[in-house]
Every structure is written in structure tokens, then in C-alpha cells.
């Protein structure tokens, strides 16, 4: 079977993959477990989760691990319900549940917001002494975390025997992204006081809490942090966040040196500095920003849209951004979804049907 794995590899669309399936089962490789596990996969990555669950329900006793891959690719493409379905499935016919299983239903409960399911799953880890596998702890972590429940979220990471960064990590976005800002920056520091060295990840969530707090002390400390281990330039996302939370602690001045001084201005980056000028109230200097961004070539999304929409609404100047952007109606199809647009419309007609009023309370800056 490892003879037919790079020609896995070399299968780029559908069509092909579809050929190799019929050739596996010609030769009589489909009959082993490999082979149906990998085809199972490989389906999934092409989008056809259909192929991916008729080669599943087709092979006679799936092991542990195809049932788990099969989760896998559920859960990829957000079918959580299907994942605990299957996980269910398991149960009743008294599969042998895997290590490599609990993950994927962990986030599956997750998704659909059951903590319930959670607990009892939990139950069973506990049972099935994968209780102290750092996987299936961090994936606890999560669903707790997500779903609000603190405390056991808590308790679980103080029992845990070896906690890593991403377990760290959890523990402190849980923490922050509950609007308890002020205990995840504590739990950053007991991380930092045990030698864990955080990557870019958490740092992301800090620069949030820091935002949160609005602590201008701490922006400069968690910006320092940065520098010190190199962590700049490694990711355009954290360069955003670190614009936001200077323009939360109230130094417009810093957000617009850390925007300057990026040597590849992405997309988050440019809205970053946009949105800074508007909770700040210069609307004038983040409709020049978005038209700097037009000049660079940079495209904008649909935050940046929204930003540079309330920013001329505050201005009063809604034909000036007409004028600046030129884009029909087609050019705002990410924001129909807000309400803000139909179909229908069209910009030129907004500006003329729209008063200011109705733009300043409809338009979020």
C-alpha cells in the first residue's frame, strides 16, 4: 500500500482521485484499512465529504482510526452535529474509542455550544485513562474555555502534570476572551515566571487584554516583550493587534509609529490604523489612510469598509469617498449580509437617499 501513497500526493483534483479509487479497488488494495482511511482523507481535502462517507459506510468493521479521520473531516468543514453523531455511533457499536477520537468530538461539543455532551465525554476520558494525555487536556481546556465554565477550566489546568505553551495559551484566552482581562495578564505572568516562552498566539490575546484593561504601562511592557524575542515581524495579525491596543490605551502616537514602520502593509494592518483613527475621532485622518491604502494597492475587506463608511459618515462627506473609491454595488457583496446594502441599490443611490443621520446611526465606527 505505501507504493500507492505518492500517488495520493499527486492527485490534484477530483477527477483524479476518483480514477485512483478505481483502480484501488480493482488491484484489491480498498480492502485494507489504509487504504480506505487515506481515500476517506484525501476526499474530504477535495470537498467531497459525500465520496469521503460512501467509502467509510462501505468498508465492512472501521477501525478506531478511520472513524476518527472520518470525524476529522466533519469537523474541518463545521458538521459538528455529524461528528458527535458519529462519535454516538461509536458507542453503540461498542467501537473501540481511540485517544486520537476525543479531540475532534471535544471541539465537535464545542461548536454546537453542549456543554453536556462535553461533561460526559469528559466522563469517559477520564474512565478510559486518557485522562493525561496533554492532547485530550488541552482540547478540555477548550471547550471549557469557550463555553464559559471557568472554573473547571481552572481546575483542570492546575491538575495538570506538564503544561506546555498551548495549554498556557488556552487557559489565558479563556480567561480574556470571558472579559476577565485582568486574571488572563496574571496568568501571562505566572507563564513568563515559569520559563514558558509564548508564541505569537498568546501574544495575540494579550495585546487584547491590554486593550481591554487600557493600561498604557502595560501595552509598553507587553510591546517590549515583543521586540526583545523577535516577535515583529513574524506576524502581521500581532502587528494589528499591537496598533489596536495602543490606540485603546490612548497613544494614537505609538499605533501610528508601529503602522509606519511595517515594512509589508497587509490588508489587517491598513483597517487596524483605520479603525484606531475613528475610536479616536480623526475621521479626516482615516479616510486619507484608506485612500493610502488604495494607492498601495492593498484591498480592503469588509471592515475595512465599514471603518472608512463611518468615518465619512462622521464627516459628513460621503461624496468624497464616492468619488475615491468608484465601486459599484458588486464591490460590497461581503457586507449584504449587515443590512446595509440590497441588491438592489447601488452606491451612487445611497448617497443621494441616505441622509447623514440615518448613515451616523446605521453605520458603526
Given at each position: 500500500?505505501?507504493?500507492?501513497?505518492?500517488?495520493?500526493?499527486?492527485?490534484?483534483?477530483?477527477?483524479?482521485?476518483?480514477?485512483?479509487?478505481?483502480?484501488?479497488?480493482?488491484?484489491?488494495?480498498?480492502?485494507?484499512?489504509?487504504?480506505?482511511?487515506?481515500?476517506?482523507?484525501?476526499?474530504?481535502?477535495?470537498?467531497?465529504?459525500?465520496?469521503?462517507?460512501?467509502?467509510?459506510?462501505?468498508?465492512?468493521?472501521?477501525?478506531?482510526?478511520?472513524?476518527?479521520?472520518?470525524?476529522?473531516?466533519?469537523?474541518?468543514?463545521?458538521?459538528?452535529?455529524?461528528?458527535?453523531?458519529?462519535?454516538?455511533?461509536?458507542?453503540?457499536?461498542?467501537?473501540?474509542?481511540?485517544?486520537?477520537?476525543?479531540?475532534?468530538?471535544?471541539?465537535?461539543?464545542?461548536?454546537?455550544?453542549?456543554?453536556g455532551i462535553g461533561r460526559k465525554i469528559h466522563g469517559r476520558i477520564v474512565k478510559s485513562g486518557f485522562d493525561?494525555?496533554?492532547?485530550?487536556?488541552?482540547?478540555?481546556?477548550?471547550?471549557?474555555?469557550?463555553?464559559?465554565?471557568?472554573?473547571?477550566?481552572?481546575?483542570?489546568?492546575?491538575?495538570?502534570?506538564?503544561?506546555?505553551?498551548?495549554?498556557?495559551?488556552?487557559?489565558?484566552?479563556?480567561?480574556?476572551?470571558?472579559?476577565?482581562?485582568?486574571?488572563?495578564?496574571?496568568?501571562?505572568?505566572?507563564?513568563?515566571?515559569?520559563?514558558?516562552?509564548?508564541?505569537?498566539?498568546?501574544?495575540?490575546?494579550?495585546?487584547?487584554?491590554?486593550?481591554?484593561?487600557?493600561?498604557?504601562?502595560?501595552?509598553?511592557?507587553?510591546?517590549?516583550?515583543?521586540?526583545?524575542?523577535?516577535?515583529?515581524?513574524?506576524?502581521?495579525?500581532?502587528?494589528?493587534?499591537?496598533?489596536?491596543?495602543?490606540?485603546?490605551?490612548?497613544?494614537?502616537?505609538?499605533?501610528?509609529?508601529?503602522?509606519?514602520?511595517?515594512?509589508?502593509?497587509?490588508?489587517?494592518?491598513?483597517?487596524?490604523?483605520?479603525?484606531?483613527?475613528?475610536?479616536?475621532?480623526?475621521?479626516?485622518?482615516?479616510?486619507?489612510?484608506?485612500?493610502?491604502?488604495?494607492?498601495?494597492?492593498?484591498?480592503?475587506?469588509?471592515?475595512?469598509?465599514?471603518?472608512?463608511?463611518?468615518?465619512?459618515?462622521?464627516?459628513?462627506?460621503?461624496?468624497?469617498?464616492?468619488?475615491?473609491?468608484?465601486?459599484?454595488?458588486?464591490?460590497?457583496?461581503?457586507?449584504?449580509?449587515?443590512?446595509?446594502?440590497?441588491?438592489?441599490?447601488?452606491?451612487?443611490?445611497?448617497?443621494?437617499?441616505?441622509?447623514?443621520?440615518?448613515?451616523?446611526?446605521?453605520?458603526?465606527?
Open positions: 500500500m505505501t507504493l500507492y501513497m505518492p500517488l495520493f500526493r499527486s492527485c490534484s483534483n477530483l477527477r483524479s482521485l476518483t480514477q485512483l479509487h478505481a483502480h484501488l479497488v480493482v488491484s484489491g488494495f480498498l480492502k485494507g484499512p489504509l487504504a480506505s482511511t487515506k481515500l476517506i482523507e484525501s476526499y474530504a481535502q477535495m470537498g467531497s465529504l459525500k465520496s469521503s462517507r460512501l467509502v467509510f459506510d462501505t468498508f465492512p468493521s472501521p477501525d478506531s482510526f478511520m472513524w476518527g479521520v472520518l470525524m476529522k473531516s466533519y469537523l474541518w468543514n463545521h458538521f459538528f452535529e455529524e461528528v458527535v453523531l458519529l462519535y454516538h455511533n461509536m458507542i453503540y457499536h461498542q467501537a473501540h474509542i481511540g485517544s486520537f477520537v476525543y479531540p475532534s468530538v471535544l471541539r465537535a461539543s464545542s461548536g454546537i455550544c453542549d456543554l493525561a494525555d496533554t492532547v485530550i487536556e488541552t482540547s478540555l481546556l477548550g471547550i471549557y474555555g469557550e463555553l464559559g465554565c471557568l472554573d473547571d477550566a481552572r481546575k483542570l489546568f492546575d491538575e495538570m502534570g506538564e503544561r506546555d505553551v498551548v495549554c498556557w495559551s488556552s487557559i489565558v484566552s479563556s480567561y480574556i476572551e470571558n472579559g476577565r482581562a485582568r486574571e488572563g495578564l496574571e496568568m501571562f505572568r505566572c507563564m513568563l515566571s515559569e520559563g514558558i516562552k509564548p508564541d505569537w498566539v498568546i501574544m495575540l490575546s494579550i495585546a487584547e487584554a491590554c486593550a481591554n484593561v487600557g493600561s498604557l504601562m502595560l501595552a509598553k511592557s507587553i510591546h517590549g516583550h515583543a521586540i526583545v524575542n523577535e516577535m515583529m515581524s513574524d506576524n502581521g495579525n500581532f502587528n494589528s493587534s499591537l496598533i489596536f491596543m495602543y490606540s485603546q490605551c490612548g497613544s494614537l502616537s505609538s499605533a501610528e509609529r508601529i503602522f509606519l514602520n511595517l515594512p509589508d502593509r497587509s490588508t489587517s494592518s491598513w483597517t487596524s490604523m483605520i479603525s484606531s483613527y475613528n475610536q479616536n475621532e480623526c475621521f479626516q485622518e482615516a479616510v486619507d489612510t484608506f485612500l493610502g491604502m488604495q494607492e498601495s494597492k492593498v484591498e480592503p475587506n469588509a471592515v475595512t469598509m465599514l471603518s472608512v463608511l463611518g468615518s465619512c459618515a462622521r464627516l459628513e462627506n460621503f461624496q468624497s469617498f464616492t468619488q475615491a473609491q468608484r465601486f459599484d454595488v458588486e464591490s460590497f457583496g461581503p457586507m449584504y449580509g449587515t443590512g446595509m446594502f440590497s441588491e438592489n441599490s447601488n452606491v451612487y443611490e445611497l448617497q443621494s437617499e441616505a441622509s447623514n443621520s440615518i448613515w451616523n446611526k446605521s453605520i458603526p465606527v
